[in-house]
């Protein structure tokens, strides 16, 4: 794998599961991070990365982001989408305003980060990695409005890798489920936890759920060099399910 040595990158959703292993796993890598999430603060402690909370969905808090990131680092060589929500529920369970939620920070957040960043990261060669879902191309029950918004970051990832190559490499990655705290919360809450993660477990070929560092290995990958000729693709991190 190709070194991030001395890469700037901003990570939306930084302080949480995915975004903050993404985040601690680039800075050993060498690169220089700015991480930005809802919270207030964010317990990454290093030399090279620096933390803004702000909101996805407010263009303004975004743009703030990019600047920091410049201000502090001197250029943008990289974005990592890692903030989302998810919520449950059918046309009948579930109501207008969480339907506009799930589409406001998933797909709206998302194009709001690119659209902030695109001016600096077309100053050089460049990486935008998206995180979406497999349940972007997979429906399961009871998950409309997450699942259409990650099947809509995917379109998005693909046009914006059009509209922006050769200078920029867009892509996305598409877990399964992945033991983070968006998913700890559900199984704790669930009446027989075990059960649950066994059940979990189960949808997987490889008899497992995700760990963060297996999406990690996949971001850093279309981050990097390593996959220099690659553009506008969706990899399925998720256990061998299809
Ligand atoms: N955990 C899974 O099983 C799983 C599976 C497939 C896809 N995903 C996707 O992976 C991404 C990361 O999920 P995770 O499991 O690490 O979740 P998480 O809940 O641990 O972290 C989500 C992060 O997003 C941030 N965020 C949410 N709304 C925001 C907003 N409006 N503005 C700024 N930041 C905001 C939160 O503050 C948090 O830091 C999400 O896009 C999620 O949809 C997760």
Same mark, same amino acid.
């Given at each position: 794998?190709?070194?991030?040595?001395?890469?700037?990158?901003?990570?939306?959703?930084?302080?949480?599961?995915?975004?903050?292993?993404?985040?601690?796993?680039?800075?050993?890598?060498?690169?220089?991070?700015?991480?930005?999430?809802?919270?207030?603060?964010?317990?990454?402690?290093?030399?090279?990365?620096?933390?803004?909370?702000?909101?996805?969905?407010?263009?303004?808090?975004?743009?703030?982001? #990019?600047?920091?990131?410049?201000?502090?680092?001197?250029?943008?060589?990289?974005?990592?989408?890692?903030?989302?929500?998810?919520?449950?529920?059918?046309?009948?369970?579930?109501?207008?305003?969480?339907?506009?939620?799930?589409?406001?920070?998933?797909?709206?957040?998302?194009?709001?980060?690119?659209?902030?960043?695109?001016?600096?990261?077309?100053?050089?060669?460049?990486?935008?990695?998206?995180?979406?879902?497999?349940?972007?191309?997979?429906?399961?029950?009871?998950?409309?409005?997450?699942?259409?918004?990650?099947?809509?970051?995917?379109?998005?990832?693909?046009?914006?890798?059009?509209?922006?190559?050769?200078?920029?490499?867009?892509?996305? #990655?598409?877990?399964?489920?992945?033991?983070?705290?968006?998913?700890?919360?559900?199984?704790?809450?669930?009446?027989?936890?075990?059960?649950?993660?066994?059940?979990?477990?189960?949808?997987?070929?490889?008899?497992?759920?995700?760990?963060?560092?297996?999406? #990690?290995?996949?971001?850093?990958?279309?981050?990097?060099?390593?996959?220099?000729?690659?553009?506008?693709?969706?990899?399925?991190?998720?256990?061998?399910?299809?």
């Amino acid at each position: 794998m190709h070194s991030l040595n001395d890469r700037v990158f901003l990570v939306s959703g930084a302080a949480s599961g995915m975004g903050k292993a993404i985040s601690k796993r680039f800075l050993s890598e060498g690169a220089k991070v700015v991480g930005f999430s809802l919270e207030k603060t964010c317990d990454i402690i290093h030399p090279s990365f620096e933390y803004m909370s702000g909101d996805v969905t407010n263009l303004q808090d975004c743009m703030r982001a #990019v600047e920091t990131t410049v201000e502090k680092f001197g250029k943008l060589d990289g974005l990592v989408n890692s903030a989302g929500i998810t919520r449950e529920g059918t046309l009948e369970t579930m109501s207008m305003d969480t339907f506009r939620q799930t589409f406001e920070i998933n797909v709206y957040g998302t194009f709001a980060m690119c659209k902030a960043s695109i001016g600096e990261l077309k100053k050089q060669p460049s990486t935008i990695v998206n995180i979406s879902s497999n349940m972007a191309v997979k429906a399961i029950p009871e998950r409309v409005s997450y699942n259409a918004s990650k099947a809509a970051v995917n379109m998005m990832t693909e046009c914006i890798a059009l509209d922006y190559a050769p200078r920029v490499r867009a892509n996305t #990655v598409m877990p399964g489920i992945v033991d983070t705290p968006m998913i700890q919360k559900r199984i704790r809450e669930s009446e027989d936890p075990q059960k649950m993660l066994d059940l979990y477990a189960g949808f997987y070929p490889l008899k497992r759920i995700g760990t963060v560092e297996d999406i #990690v290995e996949a971001v850093l990958y279309l981050s990097c060099d390593a996959s220099a000729w690659i553009t506008g693709i969706h990899l399925p991190v998720c256990g061998g399910d299809k």
